[in-house]
C-alpha cells in the first residue's frame, strides 16, 4: 500500500539554522511527492514537487530530492526565517489514482 | 483564477446533531475532493468525485457521512449524527483532468461538544 513517514516535531529553530525534516514514503508503482505547507489558520499550500526518481524540487529556498533508492524525500532550507514557521506536510500520488496520502506534519518554530 | 471556496469557516455542534459543509471547486476542475484532518495527523481522503459521479468513497464513514455532487459542480458533505472524534478540519480540494491544478480549500473546522 501507500504510506509517508515524516520525522515528528515539534522543530524549534533559530532564525538563519538549516532546516531538514525526514520524510520516507512506501509505494507501488511510481508516485509523485510532494511538500505542502499550512500556516496558522489557513488551507495546504502546495510548496515543492516531484515527480520522477532523481527530480529536485525547488522552491522559496526550499528544496527536496527524489530519491528512490531509499524512498526518501527530505524537505531542506539552508537558512531559515520567522516567516517559515508552519507545518509541514510529505504526500505522495500514486500514479494509478488521484488520492494523496499524507504524513502526519511537522510543525516548525523559526525563533528570531 | 479564483481558489477552492468553502463554507462555513468554523461549526460548533453538540454530538448526535447534523452539520453540513458547502465547497465550490476551482471553475472547470471535473474532480472534487473531501478529505478530514484530524488534530496532529494528516488529511485522509473521505470521498472523490469525477464530475458527478463517486470515484471512491473507501474510506467514507457512510453510516453518518454522506456526500453529493450534483450538477457535477459544487459538493455538499454532510455528517448525521456527529460523534466527538468528527472533530476534525474538513478539506476540499480539485483538479483538472489528469491531476494538474491540484488545489486545496481553506477548510471547515468542526468542533463536536
Known amino acids: 500500500g501507500n504510506s509517508v513517514t515524516q520525522m515528528e516535531g515539534p522543530v524549534t ?13 512506501t509505494a507501488t508503482g511510481y508516485p509523485s511527492l510532494f511538500w505542502y505547507v499550512q500556516y496558522p489558520g489557513e488551507g495546504l499550500q502546495l510548496l515543492l514537487k516531484a515527480t520522477k526518481a532523481d527530480d529536485k524540487g525547488s522552491n522559496k529556498g526550499f528544496e527536496a530530492t527524489y530519491r528512490k533508492e531509499t524512498t526518501s524525500f527530505h524537505l531542506e532550507k539552508g537558512s531559515v526565517q520567522v516567516s517559515d514557521s508552519a507545518v509541514y506536510f510529505c504526500a505522495l500520488r500514486s500514479n494509478t489514482g488521484n488520492q494523496f496520502y499524507f504524513g502526519t506534519g511537522t510543525s516548525l518554530t523559526v525563533i528570531p | 483564477e479564483a481558489g477552492v471556496a468553502q463554507s462555513p469557516r468554523y461549526k460548533i455542534i453538540e454530538k448526535r446533531q447534523s452539520v453540513a459543509f458547502w465547497c465550490n471547486p476551482i471553475s472547470g476542475h471535473a474532480t472534487l475532493y473531501w478529505y478530514q484532518q484530524i488534530l496532529g495527523q494528516g488529511p485522509k481522503l473521505l470521498i472523490q468525485f469525477q464530475n458527478n459521479g463517486v470515484v471512491d468513497d473507501s474510506q ?38 489528469g491531476n494538474y491544478g491540484y488545489t486545496f480549500g481553506s477548510g471547515t473546522r468542526l468542533t463536536v461538544v
Open chain 1, 13 to 25: 529553530l533559530s532564525e538563519e539554522a538549516f532546516l531538514t525534516i525526514n520524510c520516507t514514503y
Open chain 2, 60 to 97: 467514507l464513514p457512510k453510516d453518518r457521512f454522506s456526500a453529493e455532487r450534483l450538477k457535477g459542480v459544487d459538493s455538499t458533505l454532510k455528517i448525521q449524527p456527529a460523534k466527538l472524534e468528527d472533530s476534525a478540519v474538513y478539506l476540499c480540494a480539485s483538479s483538472r483532468e
